[in-house]
């Protein structure tokens, strides 16, 4: 495992958890934008059209 593939797994868990249990609504929005960013960066281009084309697939595309 890179170093940058472990630093992107330890940002997506913390914010991810941040996201989902605390209470304070725009510190758990900003975590959240932050998931989506960080899934964004790791799976982009690429990663989406791989998502779309099992979707395809398995017929719900």
């Not at 890179?2 to 992107?8: E, F, L, Q, R, S």
């Amino acid at each position: 495992m890179t170093a940058y593939a472990a630093v992107v797994m330890v940002l997506l868990a913390t914010s991810g958890g941040v996201a989902l249990f605390v209470t304070d609504t725009a510190r758990a929005d900003r975590a959240y934008r932050l998931v989506k960013l960080l899934l964004a960066a790791v799976t982009g281009g690429t990663g989406l059209v791989a998502c779309l084309i099992q979707l395809h697939q398995v017929g719900l595309l």
